[in-house]
Each structure stands twice: as C-alpha cells, then as structure tokens.
C-alpha cells in the first residue's frame, strides 16, 4: 500500500480533522476544541501514516522542555499512538516509532504511558519500565477553607491565568514550559481545578475527591509549604496526594506508584538518571 509520512500539520484541516476522527474511533477523544482554543502549538506533533488522505496510524511527539536542578532539559513524551483496526498488523506503528526515534536522537530522553495490552511492543525500540514515586499527607486542620475557586470557562479566564501563573514559578522539582499541554487540562476537562490561596499569593490546581485533596500543581513567587497549601482548603481534607513532585517534601509520605494501563516505560541513559531526582512526571502533562 502507498502510504506517506506526515507530521506536524495541525492547521491542515484535513488531516486534523482525520487524525481526530481516529483519536475519536481509538479514544473516544478529540484534539479539535485544544486547537480551536488555540493551545494545541508547535510542541504537539502528530507522526502519521496517511493513506489517501487518511490518517490510519499515529505516534505522536510531545516536547516537553523543563529545567531539573538548574540545568535546561529536552525530553520527549511519546503519545495518541493507534492504528486504525483495519490497517493493525502492518507495521505501521513501528515505522513510525523508527522516524520519531532517529528524528529526536538528540534528546535527552523519550518516556510514555502504555497500556496493558502492548508492554511487549515498547522494549523492541529500548524502553524500559521503570517505577513511579509519588508523595501524600495526612491532614488535620480545623479552619475553613481560604482557597478561593477561579473562573476558567472563557479565553479571558485562560489568558489571566497564564498571565498570574507566568509571575510565579512551580513548587515543583521540574520547571515545566508546557503551557500548551497544560491548557489540554485546564480549558476542558479541568475547568473547575484552579484555585488562588490570597494568603500564600499561590495559584493552584487541584481536584477534591470527598475526604482527599489531589494536588497538581502549585505556583507562587517563593516557596511555600506543602502542608499548609492543603490546610488552606478546609477541615474536611483528611488526606492529600500529590500529582507532582514538590520541591520540599517535608512531612510527606513517599509512595511506590502504580495505576493500570499507565506503565511507565522510559528510553535513554541520561533520562534513566534523571529521574532519581524527578521521581514522576507531573499529571497535567500526560499526554
């Protein structure tokens, strides 16, 4: 079969639209309101098999540059990898695979999130499975909640977001520059998770699950406690988890974590090396 590489088309609305039909077919997802919205950008890159104007298979790129200890990093999250069921067996996906690989060689290293039903596929290219830490807290406090909800339902909202986030830096171990990827989260499926704690001039996204509070991110002009970012959402949080891995983990429990379908396969020495210090990547740029 005749068949072309394409990549990096997003604002080819024909392939756009077939790559979405197929994450809708695969998925159940659709990139389309990321693009519209305008933060699906140059750091999102679909690699498809395009057949007839059809996209029928995908490996998609996601550049995600951060700063680890003071030193700039280049890492490649691998991600939307499908194929259309009419077209598996054919090799796509590996070939696919191949052209990311040899195209990112430089990197500082490739990582993903893989379902269940292909672990066997990963490690042919050189990944490996590696276990993810994260950290909780028990949590007792008996005041009311400071954290006050913010507005994310229109443009405006997201661009005074960005604008307060880009005053403050992240609690976390990693500074991440994937603005992009963390709008996917924040314009949609996300839309009530921001908050701004006045007295601790910090905006943080967050997710209350009854009794627990799931804490992704926190951005303020210096650091602040962990613990007293969770006591500033109200006497009813007993237990906080933590998405991302702060900076300061006093008081913290340090955890082996584990979901289904999500292993955790990294490629790469150097990013192997890395990660006794980034432990996991942060939720919000799981892709």
């Not at 699906?40 to 951060?66: H, Q």
């Not at 209350?208 to 970012?229: A, C, H, Q, R, W």
């Amino acid at each position: 079969m005749n068949y072309k590489i394409g990549k990096d088309y997003r604002d080819n609305d024909a392939l756009r639209h077939s790559f979405n039909k197929l994450a809708t077919e695969t998925f159940g997802l659709s990139f389309e309101s990321w693009y519209q919205n305008g933060y699906w950008r140059e750091k999102y890159i679909p690699y498809s098999i395009v057949v007839d104007g059809t996209v029928i298979s995908n490996v998609s790129v996601n550049l995600i540059d951060c700063i680890l200890n003071g030193k700039i990093k280049h890492y490649i999250q691998l991600g939307t990898v499908m194929t259309k069921k009419s077209h598996r067996g054919n090799g796509y996906c590996r070939i696919l695979m191949e052209t990311v690989l040899h195209d990112y060689a430089m990197c500082d290293g490739f990582f993903l999130f893989a379902n269940d039903s292909v672990l066997d596929f990963y490690p042919k290219f050189g990944f490996q499975s590696t276990q993810e830490y994260r950290f909780c807290a028990n949590i007792s406090h008996k005041s009311n909640s400071l954290a006050e909800p913010i507005s994310m339902k229109t443009k405006q909202d997201w661009v005074y977001f960005l604008k307060e986030k880009k005053l403050r830096s992240s609690n976390g171990v990693l500074q991440l520059n994937t603005d992009g990827l963390t709008m996917f989260y924040l314009t949609q499926f996300m839309q009530n998770n921001v908050y701004y704690i006045k007295t601790l001039d910090a905006y943080v996204i967050a997710e209350i699950d009854n009794d627990t509070l799931i804490l992704y991110d926190v951005f303020s002009k210096g650091p602040v406690d962990m613990i007293e970012v969770c006591n500033s959402f109200g006497n009813s949080i007993t237990k906080a988890k933590f998405a991302f891995v702060p900076k300061e983990t006093k008081m913290l429990e340090k955890y082996e974590y584990k979901e289904p379908n999500t292993t955790f396969f990294v490629r790469g020495d150097n990013l192997l090396q890395d990660m006794g210090a980034i432990l996991s990547f942060p939720e919000i740029v799981h892709a």
